[in-house]
């Protein structure tokens, strides 16, 4: 826990500063998302990339003398560099996420606690930019959550479902990979604002006059 609280956190200033400073901007290429300062919200793949390079720079920290021994050690006795190690872990996480018995709690442990943890701790400051930013993440789940209503249904066809869904919400609110900005930006934006064009429309649409009864 202290771990991820620490790579997720390694630029988070960073994040909380580009999610208050989010615009989207129709290009030739399409609509892409771009920062104020023109700098453009990172795709998933571009996102995941980052992630990792500020992974591997995190684990390579100098750190306290105990715990650099300990790594030393683990990577001696296995002969594998740290970050191999920590992705063997990953996918030591993942395999128990196939596991139907206790997938729905870890992916809900994962996907779900930290993020409620940091929300309460984004209300409690005066600054409003991270609470936009977590806003913003449970919109996001909100509109997903609509999928997961029928996860039984899904597990017998991908058994691997909570697997999938963990990886996703973790790119959401990862601030290397920014996805919920990106899919904020990109998708639910665009849709409710689509949504209250079609509720003005339908408000101002003039009532059709009330036929008279005929007339004996």
Same mark, same amino acid.
């Given at each position: 826990?202290?771990?991820?609280?620490?790579?997720?956190?390694?630029?988070?200033?960073?994040?909380?500063?580009?999610?208050?400073?989010? %615009?989207?901007?129709?290009?030739?290429?399409? %609509?892409?998302?771009?920062?104020?300062?023109?700098?453009?919200?990172?795709?998933?793949?571009?996102?995941?990339?980052?992630?990792?390079?500020?992974?591997?720079?995190?684990?390579?920290?100098?750190?306290?003398?105990?715990?650099?021994?300990?790594?030393?050690?683990?990577?001696?006795?296995?002969?594998?560099?740290?970050?191999?190690?920590?992705?063997?872990?990953?996918?030591?996480?993942?395999?128990?996420?196939?596991?139907? %018995?206790?997938?729905?709690?870890?992916?809900?442990?994962?996907?779900?606690?930290?993020?409620?943890?940091?929300?309460?701790?984004?209300?409690?400051?005066?600054?409003?930019?991270?609470?936009?930013?977590?806003?913003?993440?449970?919109?996001?789940?909100?509109?997903?959550?609509?999928?997961?209503?029928?996860?039984?249904?899904?597990?017998?066809?991908?058994?691997?479902?909570?697997?999938?869904?963990?990886?996703?919400?973790?790119?959401?609110?990862?601030?290397?990979?920014?996805?919920?900005?990106?899919?904020?930006?990109?998708?639910?934006?665009?849709?409710?604002?689509?949504?209250?064009?079609?509720?003005?429309?339908?408000?101002?649409?003039?009532?059709?006059?009330?036929?008279?009864?005929?007339?004996?």
């Amino acid at each position: 826990i202290r771990f991820s609280n620490h790579f997720i956190l390694f630029h988070s200033q960073r994040a909380v500063m580009n999610a208050s400073q989010m %615009s989207t901007k129709s290009t030739g290429e399409g %609509s892409k998302s771009y920062g104020r300062l023109g700098m453009p919200v990172p795709g998933p793949v571009e996102g995941v990339k980052i992630a990792n390079k500020d992974l591997v720079q995190f684990l390579y920290q100098p750190r306290c003398e105990q715990g650099e021994n300990i790594i030393k050690a683990v990577e001696k006795n296995t002969q594998l560099k740290r970050e191999q190690v920590t992705y063997i872990g990953f996918g030591i996480v993942g395999g128990l996420l196939c596991l139907v %018995s206790i997938a729905s709690f870890l992916c809900n442990l994962i996907a779900f606690g930290y993020p409620a943890y940091v929300s309460v701790k984004a209300i409690r400051t005066a600054e409003k930019d991270d609470d936009m930013k977590w806003l913003k993440y449970w919109t996001v789940f909100g509109v997903f959550s609509v999928i997961d209503t029928f996860a039984e249904a899904i597990l017998r066809f991908f058994p691997i479902y909570y697997l999938v869904k963990t990886v996703f919400l973790v790119y959401l609110y990862l601030p290397q990979t920014q996805g919920a900005e990106y899919l904020y930006l990109k998708y639910v934006d665009p849709l409710i604002t689509k949504i209250d064009a079609w509720l003005e429309s339908r408000s101002n649409k003039p009532k059709e006059l009330q036929r008279l009864p005929p007339s004996k």
